[in-house]
C-alpha cells in the first residue's frame, strides 16, 4: 500500500509564494507517476500538475508559468512549489500517484489547505 503525506499549505497573501511536500512512504523500482490535484468545495478535482514515472511533466494552463513539480528521490519527496499565487489558486490540494503511467491516480494523500488572500 501506498501511503502519501503532504505537507505545506498555509494562508498567504495574493502575489506570494509556497512550497508543498508530499512524502512517499515507498518508491517501486519503475517509480510512480505522481501529480498534483486541487479542489474547491462544490467544484470538481483539477489536476494542476503530473510528473511521469518517465520523467515527462505536464500543467495545467491555469497554473503553467507560476507552479512548478519536482521530486526529490533520495528523500521520497514530490513537491509543488507556487509562485505569483492568486486568490483562485485557494484549494485543497492533493497529493496523487498512478500505479500506471498515467496521469489517472488511483493512491491519494489527505489533502493540504492552501488559502490565497488579497
Known amino acids: 500500500q501506498l501511503q502519501l503525506d503532504e505537507s505545506g499549505g498555509d494562508s498567504v497573501q495574493a502575489g506570494e509564494s509556497l512550497r508543498l511536500s508530499c512524502f512517499i512512504s515507498?518508491?517501486?523500482?519503475?517509480?510512480?507517476?505522481m501529480g498534483w490535484s486541487r479542489q474547491v468545495p462544490g467544484n470538481g478535482r483539477e489536476d494542476v500538475a503530473c510528473?511521469?514515472?518517465?520523467?515527462?511533466?505536464t500543467y495545467a494552463d491555469s497554473v503553467k508559468g507560476r507552479f512548478t513539480i519536482s521530486k526529490d528521490n533520495a528523500k521520497n519527496i514530490l513537491y509543488l512549489q507556487m509562485n505569483s499565487l492568486k486568490l483562485e489558486d485557494t484549494a485543497m490540494y492533493y497529493c496523487?500517484?498512478?500505479?500506471?503511467?498515467?496521469?489517472?491516480?488511483?493512491?491519494w494523500g489527505q489533502g493540504t489547505q492552501v488559502t490565497v488572500s488579497s
Open positions: 515507498r518508491i517501486t523500482p519503475g517509480g510512480h507517476t
Open positions: 510528473l511521469g514515472a518517465d520523467g515527462i511533466i
Open positions: 496523487a500517484a498512478s500505479s500506471t503511467k498515467s496521469c489517472i491516480y488511483n493512491y
